[in-house]
Structure formats: C-alpha cells, structure tokens
C-alpha cells in the first residue's frame, strides 16, 4: 500500500497550520507544497504527488504544488485545457471523477502525453477531481508511481482523505485572498508583503521581491530551529539544529546583502 | 526585468556560488538534524528544505536572466 499509517495525523497538522501560514502571508502553493510533503514523507518512497488547480472558467488546469516532480514536466502541462483525453489530471477535471491511469505507457487518454512523462520514469497516475462545497471541480490532487499500476481500495481511501484536506486549504486560501481585496485570478494567496502597510506594494513578479521573501520566510524557520533546540534534550540535536538556525539565517543575510547591493524593489525611484 | 535586475551580472557567479554552498551545508545540517530522529523535527526540515528548493529556483531563473 503506497501510503502509511500516520497520514491522517500528519493531514491534521498541517490543517492546523494552513490558517497561521496563510495570515502570515504564505502562498497557497507554500500550503500546498507543504501537504504533498507530509502526505509523501509517510508514503511510499516511490510516491510523487501534485496538485493542479482549474482555472476560474473552468477549462485549463495550472500547477498548484508538486514538490517532487521535476520542473520540466510540471512547465510542459502548465495551462493544459481539460478534455476527454488529456492524461490523468485534464480526463479527471473534465468528467468530474478520478481517472485512475495503472500505465501511462498504453492507456490512450495519455497519447498526447506519455511522450512528457515516461521520460521522467512516471509509469501510472491516479488524479482525483478537488471540490469546493458546491461540488464543482476546482482542481485534481494526482499521485503519480514510478511502476505499473491502479490503486488499492486503501489507497483511494487515503486519496480520497487528502483530497478533501486540500480542497479545505484552497477554499480557506482563497477566502483569505478574498478578504485580501481584489487580485488577479490566478491561483496563490496573496504574497508574503514584507512592506509596512503604508508603503508601496513590491512587484509581484520580481525575482528580487521574492528572493527578499524566501529570505523572511528563512529567518522565520531559523527561529522555529532554535526553538526545537531549546524544547531538544540531546546535545547532538540540540548543536545540529544550531547549525541549522545558523546555517538557515546566513542564506537570508546573504539574500538579502546581495539585494540590497542592487536597486531595491521595495523602494521606487 | 524590467525594473532592473537587483542582482548585477557582476558578482553573480560568486554570489550564486557562496549560496549553494551554504544551501548545500544547510542540506547536510537538516540531514543530520533528521538522523537524529528529534520529535517534531520532521515537519519543520520539510518546510526548510522547501524554502532551500524555492532559493535554488529564484538563483537558477536569475542566472538565466
């Protein structure tokens, strides 16, 4: 069975955190990324997951999270339309139902496809539709297995639980955008802004803003790391981790040296 | 970019250089960290190597530009 004991619990912590990431001004694919990790670390290691979210009318499919699949597949099915043939994930979000694919090598919803996947060593794909609570299909939460292969009846059940517990975390990052104010539709939280509220916002394209905001987000985790170090009774843990709040706050000064030497996008001319 | 890259080409390799290196070290640290089997550890290290993996992308696409 490809997932373990131990992830319903780890679905329920992260539920925990989503709303104090989101108001700290997380984005959704951090969320996102941050449930795929925790549903992949108690699964099988040959486990890759990823989510995918429908546009706001309904036909093309963007990457949500997907934290282990590689980067060259993730862009080649960014913005692909939905249809009755469009591999796991765009089959499953057009007719509303999982598409459970046991080997991409032969299955014809994958013609089009397989050549993107195989590559990558992705044998089968298992998509599940994500509801909102009206039921309408908002994105697909999809495992893909290095091995040919359908699903156990265990394994839809697990599927079916994170499927709801994403759906949850999008619907509660997209009433926190709502709140946020009107955005362009697309499909992350509001950026961390890292501005006092006064000031004007930072671009929100800008490889500068965001390296600025990885720098944050890194302090912020550094501080996390000391903390373990204080609740560690082990010396060992208590210096590794140290090491690892040090470590963690050398990047985000070295980030942030390194921005600063360059015009600030925090500040316009 | 349009508002001016705030990472000059001068200097670049060896910021991007120093940065790997210490995301490299950090790795190695958050390995040892998760051998040591510490209680709550494992969510936390999940969530820096994250961030380490969003730093290397945000590098890799500067070096690009």
């Excluded at chain 1, 469009?86 to 032969?106: E, K, L």
């Excluded at chain 1, 709140?179 to 394209?205: D, M, Y």
């Excluded at chain 2, 958050?30 to 969003?54: C, F, G, K, P």
Aim: proline share 7%; with cysteine; net charge negative.
């Amino acid at each position: 069975m490809p997932f373990a004991a131990g992830l319903h619990d780890s679905l329920q912590f992260r539920d925990n955190q989503v709303p104090i990431e989101l108001a700290n001004g997380e984005s959704l694919k951090d969320v996102l990324s941050k449930y795929l990790v925790a549903v992949e670390a108690v699964s099988a290691p040959d486990v890759i997951t990823s989510v995918l979210l429908l546009s706001a009318d309904g036909k093309r499919l963007f990457h949500g999270a997907a934290p282990r699949l590689p980067q060259t597949y993730c862009d080649a099915i960014d913005g692909t339309e939905i249809g009755p043939h469009v591999g796991s994930c765009g089959t499953a979000a057009y007719y509303g139902r999982p598409v459970y694919v046991s080997d991409i090598a032969s299955d014809p919803s994958w013609a089009d496809y397989r050549h993107i996947a195989l590559p990558h060593d992705l044998r089968s794909c298992w998509s599940t539709p994500i509801r909102d609570p009206n039921g309408d299909v908002i994105g697909t939460f999809a495992v893909y297995r290095p091995v040919v292969g359908g699903p156990s009846e265990k394994a839809i059940q697990a599927i079916e639980m994170i499927t709801e517990h994403v759906a949850q975390a999008i619907i509660l990052a997209r009433s926190v955008q709502d709140r946020a104010g009107p955005a362009p539709r697309r499909f992350e939280a509001p950026r961390l802004k890292l501005v006092a509220s006064n000031e004007p916002e930072a671009p929100a394209n800008d490889q500068s803003t965001r390296l600025l905001e990885l720098a944050e987000k890194m302090e912020l985790k550094a501080a996390d790391l000391d903390d373990l170090a204080d609740r560690t009774a082990s010396k060992q843990a208590v210096e590794a981790a140290r090491k690892a709040a040090e470590l963690s706050r050398q990047v985000a000064e070295s980030i942030r040296a390194k921005v600063d030497n360059g015009p600030n996008p925090r500040r316009p001319a | 970019m349009s508002d001016g890259p705030a990472f000059q080409k001068a200097g670049s390799s060896a910021f991007h250089q120093d940065a790997e290196e210490l995301l490299t070290e950090l790795g190695l640290s958050l390995d040892r960290l998760l051998d040591l089997d510490v209680r709550e550890s494992e969510h936390l290290i999940s969530e820096v190597r994250i961030i380490v993996d969003q730093i290397r992308s945000e590098l890799r696409d500067v070096g690009k530009n």
